[in-house]
């Protein structure tokens, strides 16, 4: 209700019937005696108790997930599902083409895949398994550093076939540059530790990774993409190789009290080998033990 905001959209999201989601409401707030919606013109708004309730309700909805999830899998076989957490380009791009192969040897795995930007909690188990841009620092978490996914300019040969390819850093400011409407805290990380040349502006601006890389295919510009990716797609060109590279530290996740459980621990394996081919190539790295061949103390 907080999230859809009427009883219509909370019933399809749920699988629900409407009047059953109006006696759970009903009931709750007997249970409690305080009113939580109110009804206005633009649909249900809810009250400053239902706000004060709404980091609860989250953390409940988190939990039982989670026990779903676990009883769900048995402990003999690779059955049942995996919750992953990854950024929106990782999950879009990258994590399908190790997640497939996964699931055609495993025909019992499950996937739920959250594409978010947002770091979801495994501790309180909002996701099992996450692939984190960002190094982890709590306690009680398995981990397993990838390397760094390198970053860098990149344009289609249709925009530089018009414009021109760039010599230097400073000709960026003669180009049409695609890159972020706000300045987050990782934006502003990212441009303190490689600031860019003075008169440089972004023409096209959007908060979206997957949105920027679209971009970026398309033509409209010059912009920041993954060099794994581009070396996808015969028509991006790397611009300025040799004068900026941003290395993105990757991380794979999992909460400890997983690794006994075989889903979990086949996923997680899988992960960290496709994710590590996909910065360094197979042709160019020495051959691994398992990852679980690996102390997990």
């Known amino acids: 209700m907080l999230q859809r905001g009427s009883l219509s959209a909370a019933a399809r999201e749920l699988g629900l019937t409407q ?7 009903d009931a709750l707030e007997q249970a409690i005696g305080v009113e939580l919606f109110i009804r206005s013109p633009n649909g249900l708004v809810p009250t400053d108790a239902a706000q004060a309730l709404k980091p609860y309700a989250e953390t409940l909805a988190a939990t039982t997930a989670a026990l779903l999830r676990t009883a769900s899998g048995e402990r003999e076989r690779v059955a049942g599902t995996v919750r992953l957490s990854a950024s929106e380009v990782v999950a879009v791009e990258v994590l399908p083409r190790i997640l497939g192969p996964l699931q055609e040897a495993y025909p019992e795995l499950h996937i739920e895949l959250s594409a978010s930007d947002a770091i979801e909690d495994l501790v309180n188990r ?39 390819i760039p010599q230097t850093m400073a000709d960026l400011a003669n180009h049409r540059l695609i890159g972020f409407d706000r300045q987050t805290a990782y934006v502003r990380m990212v441009m303190k530790r490689y600031p860019a040349p003075e008169g440089i502006k972004f023409s096209y601006r959007t908060d979206s990774n997957l949105a920027q890389l679209s971009a970026i295919r398309a033509g409209v510009g010059i912009g920041l993409c993954q060099i794994g990716l581009a070396r996808e797609n015969p028509d991006l060109v790397h611009v300025l190789p040799d004068a900026f590279e941003i290395p993105l530290g990757t991380w794979v996740v999992m909460h400890e009290s997983l690794r006994t459980s075989p889903r979990c621990r086949v996923t997680f394996d899988a992960l960290v080998k496709g994710l590590r081919d996909y910065v360094i190539p197979p042709a160019r790295k020495r051959k691994s033990r398992s990852i679980f061949d690996e102390n997990l103390g």
């Open 126 to 164: 909002e996701a099992d398994i996450a692939v984190r841009m960002a190094e982890p620092q709590q306690d009680a978490l398995i981990v397993r550093c990838i390397g760094d996914i390198p970053i860098a300019f990149h344009a289609h040969r249709r925009y530089l076939e018009r414009h021109g």
């Open 19 to 25: 009047p059953t989601i109006g006696r759970h409401v």
